[in-house]
């Protein structure tokens, strides 16, 4: 059946002239044949625990040390906050849509 995805997909679409639905472990693996998307999942998810993990560190570091809590430090971890918020919530649906 797994040599039949690749082969009867475009046939079908070609022969009745309308999209067929696939289940999303069909679209999965027809997908992640092609190595450049392969490379751009894997560089998107390093990207994103990056993002995540060096916000954190920032937001941490400026209320663990008493010596960081100034005024132009919190300036700086409102952005890392925004930008933790773009890693979390923005980033996975990107990834999703990389993959479609």
Known sequence: MEEGIESQWPQDEQQTGQATLCSSRQLIESKLGDWVVIV??????????????????????????????????????????????VGIAVIPYSLTLEVN
């Open 40 to 85: 751009s999942v894997i560089l998107l998810v390093v990207i994103n625990a990056m993002v995540i993990f060096g916000n954190i560190l920032v937001i941490l570091s400026v209320f663990v040390s008493q010596k960081l809590r100034t005024s132009t430090n919190y300036f700086i971890v409102s952005l890392a906050v925004a930008d933790l918020l």
